[in-house]
C-alpha cells in the first residue's frame, strides 16, 4: 500500500476515525444529559405519592433510552477501534519507514481520543446504574413504610424513629444528587472545551511535524497537562469522598 494509493487508504483511514470521533462526542454529551436529567427527575417522581404510573412510566421511558444509547456508543467504539487496529497495521507495511514518525504520532492521538471516550463511557454508565440502584433502594423502603403505616393505623414511636431515618436517607441521597449533578455539569463544561482544543491541537501538531523544536516544545506541554490532570483528578476524588463521609455522618 506503499505511495500514492497508500496515502490514499491512510487518509481514509484518518477520515473514518475523524468521523467515528465526533459522531461519539455528540452521542458522549446526550448520554451524560440523560444521566443528569434522571438524576434531577428523581425528586418529583419520589414526591408523587398519589400516583404510582406516571413515575414508572417515565423511568421505564429513559431505561430504554440508556440501554438503546449504550448500545450505539459501544458499537461506535467498537468501529473506532477497528479503524485505529487497521491504522496500526498500516504502519507497519513496507515503504512507510520515512514517514513511520509522523504517522505513529497521528496514531497514538486517535488511540489516546479512543481512550478517553471508552473511559468516559463507562465512568458515566457506572454513574446512572448507581443512581437507579439506589432509587430502587429507596422507592422500597417507602414502600414498606407506607405499607406499615397503613396497617398499623398508628404514628407510635417506633415509627416515627423508622420516618427520622428515612427522612435522613433522603437527605443524604440528596445531597449525593447535587454532589453528582455539579460533576456532570463540570463534565459537559471540559467536553465543549476539549473539542475546542482539538481542533487547536490539529493545527499545532501539524506545525510541529515540520518543525522539531516545536515538536519538542510540545511534548513537555503535553506532559505538564498530564501532571495537572492527575492532580485535579486527585483533588476531585479527596473532595467527592469528604462529600461521601459527611453524608453518610
Known amino acids: ?59 421505564s421511558t429513559q431505561d430504554r433510552m440508556f440501554d438503546t444509547m449504550s448500545v450505539e456508543i459501544e458499537q461506535l467504539l467498537a468501529k473506532l477501534t477497528a479503524v485505529n487496529d487497521k491504522m496500526a497495521e498500516y504502519t507497519n507495511t513496507p515503504g512507510t519507514a520515512s514517514l513511520n514518525a509522523a504517522l505513529m504520532h497521528t496514531l497514538q492521538r486517535h488511540r489516546d481520543i479512543l481512550q478517553d471516550y471508552t473511559h468516559e463511557f463507562h465512568k458515566t454508565k457506572g454513574n446512572f446504574m448507581a443512581i437507579r440502584e439506589r432509587e430502587d433502594l429507596l422507592g422500597s423502603v417507602r ?57 487547536i491541537q490539529s493545527r499545532v501538531n501539524t506545525l510541529a511535524n515540520r518543525f522539531p523544536t516545536i515538536n519538542n516544545l510540545i511534548q513537555r506541554i503535553n506532559l505538564r497537562k498530564r501532571r495537572d490532570s492527575l492532580i485535579l483528578g486527585s483533588v476531585v476524588g479527596i473532595c467527592t469522598v469528604i462529600l461521601l463521609l459527611y453524608a453518610f455522618h
Open 143 to 199: 414502600k414498606d413504610i407506607e405499607t406499615y403505616k397503613s396497617g398499623s393505623g398508628v404514628n407510635n414511636r417506633r415509627t416515627e424513629l423508622f420516618l427520622k431515618e428515612h427522612e435522613h436517607l433522603r437527605n443524604s441521597d440528596r445531597l449525593m444528587d447535587d454532589t453528582i449533578s455539579i460533576a456532570m455539569a463540570t463534565k459537559e463544561n471540559m467536553t465543549s472545551q476539549r473539542g475546542m482544543l482539538k481542533s
Open 1 to 59: 500500500m506503499a505511495g500514492l494509493g497508500g496515502s490514499a487508504y491512510w487518509e481514509d483511514l484518518r477520515k473514518q476515525a475523524r468521523q467515528l470521533e465526533n459522531e461519539l462526542d455528540l452521542k458522549l454529551v446526550s448520554f451524560s444529559k440523560l444521566c443528569t436529567s434522571y438524576s434531577s427527575s428523581r425528586e418529583g417522581r419520589r414526591s408523587d405519592t398519589r400516583s404510582d404510573t406516571t413515575p414508572l412510566l417515565n423511568n
